[in-house]
Structure formats: structure tokens, C-alpha cells
């Protein structure tokens, strides 16, 4: 089976590490055009940098996408510097004051987080799925975490301000399905990324625990197939089959990535 996505025009958001800049690389790796983004200017230029060791089609700018105007430039300039924009990728960070629970957090973090999670997502669709519909096809994904089906009370922000998305999936599929656009949500579990490290390094640090006991405990030790994920094996290539013609019939639902870790249906 041939699966090919070469040409397609792809942004990532959050994309200069982990899970998100996994998923670039898959991309770029096949051939397809790609936008990287973050708030950070040195990653941009190290990771656009690198990416052109595998696609000389590889640009990217900075965004803060818990602010519009800064959204609004990262979608002019992907057009500008690709020509349009085929297939979407939301990806995002997490929110500084994470891992938390309830109480723990103010109104202003949940501001925070509901502009880093949703309204992000909305504002890129809202900009980006006008051309997809002018051309006739478009791959749309929200990269969110199977927690949103099964909440933990330490990343309270993250599950409550990305629950949301699913419904939205739902709702923009049954609009956009007529003009050949497909949405979808990943829902993944743990992935070997240093910012699941360090999130829970914070943690560890929090309960006076140490790291590799509680790394152990709540990662490594709840998976079944007993390992954590790949950004660009298990999410890169999930998104590179969905995106190519064999995708078209998968729409409006959500696709877990977790190694079966999830105890929800």
C-alpha cells in the first residue's frame, strides 16, 4: 500500500519539540510542505533548520496562541510562505501552572488555559478552512490526550479545557464533510517527550517523591503493551495515513493512541 501525502501543505502548531515537532518531522519526512510554530524564536530556526535536512519545504514563524492577533499572523504568514494550507495540526503546550489540581488554580489560569486549548482551535479553523473549502479537501486534527475521556486531577486545566474539542470534532465534521474536509481528534496517551519529563519532575518535586518512583508509578507502570509511545512512529505516520486518500472516509470521531492505558470506552 502506497499511502502519499507529498505536496500537501501542512501547518503544525506547537511544533519545535516533543510530540508536536515529532509529528513535523514524520511529515516532512514524506514529502509534504511544512510550517513549524511556537513561541519560541531560536526553536523555530533550530527545528526549521533541521527539518531541512530531510525537505528543503520546511518554513516557521513564532505564535502565542493564547492571542489572536498573534494566530492571525501565523496563518497569514504559512499562506504567504506555502501558498495555502492543506491539512492542520493543533498541537499545544501546557499550561505553566500544570501539573494542578482544582483549587489550586485561579480564574486567571483558567482564562489561560481555555485560549491555549480552545479558542486557539477555533480561531485556526475559523482561518484556515476557507481555502480548504475553495480547493475541495482538507485534513483537519486536534492532538489532546485520552485524559479528556478519563480526567486526572492534577492536569484539571488541560482535561477540561480540551473535553470540548471532541464535541467540536463532531459538530465541524458534519459541516465540512460535503466540501471533502475531514476532522478529527487524537487522544494520546504517554510519549517519550521531555516535556512529560519535566511535568512530571515538577510533580515529583511537589509531593517531596522521588522522580523515578513516581515516573515508574503513574507512566511507565499502567501501559499494558508496557512502553511509552513515539511521536513520529505512533502519532507522525497515524496522521500521514489519515491525511492521504485512504482517509477520507474517517471522520468525527476520536482515535486513541494510548498503548491501552485508558480504561474508558
Known amino acids: 500500500m502506497i499511502v502519499d501525502i507529498k505536496g500537501k501543505k501542512i501547518l503544525v502548531t506547537a511544533s519545535t519539540s516533543g510530540i508536536g515537532k515529532g509529528v513535523a518531522k514524520s511529515l516532512a ?51 504567504s510562505q506555502m501558498g495555502g494550507i492543506d491539512i492542520l495540526v493543533v498541537n499545544s503546550g501546557n499550561p505553566p501552572s500544570e501539573p494542578s489540581t482544582f483549587f489550586e488554580n485561579d480564574i486567571n489560569e483558567w482564562e489561560y488555559s481555555i485560549h491555549l486549548y480552545l479558542l486557539s482551535s477555533i480561531k485556526l479553523v475559523k482561518l484556515i478552512t476557507p481555502y480548504m473549502i475553495k480547493r475541495g479537501w482538507g485534513r483537519i486534527f486536534f492532538l489532546s490526550s485520552y485524559t479528556v475521556k478519563e480526567p486526572h486531577d492534577i492536569f484539571v486545566l488541560a482535561d477540561v479545557s480540551r473535553a470540548p474539542l471532541l464535541q467540536l470534532t463532531k459538530l465541524l465534521s458534519r459541516e465540512l464533510g460535503r466540501h471533502g474536509i475531514t476532522v478529527n481528534t487524537i487522544l494520546m496517551g504517554s510519549f517519550e517527550t521531555t516535556g512529560a519529563v519535566e511535568n512530571l519532575r515538577k510533580y515529583s518535586t511537589k509531593i517531596g517523591r522521588p522522580f523515578s518512583e513516581v515516573w515508574k508509578e503513574m507512566v511507565v507502570d499502567p501501559i499494558p503493551v508496557g512502553k511509552l509511545g513515539k511521536p513520529e512512529k505512533h502519532i507522525g505516520k497515524l496522521i500521514t495515513y489519515l491525511s492521504s486518500e485512504y482517509g477520507d472516509y474517517i471522520t468525527g470521531t476520536y482515535i486513541v493512541v494510548d498503548g491501552g492505558v485508558s480504561r474508558a470506552i
Not at 511544512?34 to 530556526?45: E, G, P, Q, T, Y
Not at 528543503?56 to 496562541?65: I, S
Open 29 to 79: 519526512m514524506e514529502g509534504a510542505y511544512i510550517f513549524v510554530s511556537s513561541r519560541n524564536l531560536d526553536r523555530v530556526i533550530e527545528t526549521v533548520k533541521e527539518l531541512k535536512n530531510f525537505n528543503e519545504n520546511v518554513w516557521g514563524d513564532t505564535v502565542d496562541l493564547t492571542n489572536m492577533a498573534s494566530i492571525d499572523k501565523l496563518v497569514n504568514t504559512a499562506l
